[in-house]
């Protein structure tokens, strides 16, 4: 490889799609997350900051999504059974994730300009909602897909690890979503529920992309210098 040609391929590495960068947007987006819903922080910020927070957190999230159904694989397999062909678990628990994530970025930015109650509830609240139940959906699908990986369920195995974390912290997102219902007067179902609902589940995300961060950077760099003879070569 010429010394012309590794700016163009340091530039092509950044945009492709790998679990490592899955794992670091996730974690930004959760610390974000995380900052804008902590008890104590967020009272000295005020709702200006924290929804501004959840904004730019929210869009972290969606691109860690759409790698993550990117690396999911095919959508269905073929089944000896009719109708012939099954979604497969493991691109539907990415696939609804992503799409909760979506959500998240239409009820954020709606945050940010909501006033009325109306809009706070149709534009802000209802998709958050949403996406809090396509996490849900996400993080139940999630053990099946684990289980069709063949691994089995060890506390020594930072993958289930992060399967039961990452299910926590959907329950969590939930919690956050019921207790942010918007009541006729304008007050909240429950103020607790809904900051440590977002505080707990951005922490759980965190976390459960954490734990499996170290062996999928190892395979990364495993992979990258097998492929380094390939590329000098060629």
């Known amino acids: 490889m010429t010394s012309a040609a590794l700016p163009l391929a340091r530039t092509s590495s950044l945009l492709v ?14 610390a974000l997350f995380a900052a804008g819903s902590a008890p104590v922080l ?5 709702s200006q900051l924290s929804n501004l927070l959840f904004f730019i957190g929210a869009w972290f999230f969606t691109a860690a999504g759409l790698i993550q159904v990117f690396l999911s694989g095919a959508v269905a397999v073929a089944v000896p059974y009719a109708p012939g062909r099954m979604v497969r678990a493991e691109w539907l628990t990415a696939s609804t994730q992503s799409f909760g994530t979506l959500l998240f970025n239409v009820s954020t930015t709606a945050a940010l300009h909501a006033k009325s109650l109306t809009a706070q509830e149709k534009l802000v609240w209802n998709p958050d909602a949403g996406g809090s139940v396509a996490f849900l959906i996400s993080g139940c699908v999630a053990f099946i897909a684990f289980a ?4 089995r369920w060890k506390l ?5 690890w992060s399967v039961v974390i990452n299910f926590v912290g959907c329950v969590a997102f939930g919690i956050s979503a019921i207790g942010s219902f918007i009541l006729p007067g304008g007050n909240t179902v429950n103020d607790d529920f809904a900051t440590w609902g977002t ?4 922490i759980c995300f965190f ?3 954490l734990v499996v ?3 999928a950077a190892s395979r990364h760099r495993s992979q990258q210098r097998t492929a380094a003879p390939t590329s000098q070569n060629g």
């Open 148 to 151: 069709h990986t063949g691994s």
């Open 156 to 160: 020594s195995s930072p993958a289930c």
């Open 199 to 202: 505080f707990i589940g951005a």
């Open 17 to 30: 799609p790998t679990v490592v960068k899955q794992c670091w947007l996730f974690m930004i987006g959760s």
């Open 207 to 209: 976390v459960a992309s």
């Open 42 to 46: 967020s009272e000295q910020m005020g």
């Open 213 to 215: 961060l170290p062996g």
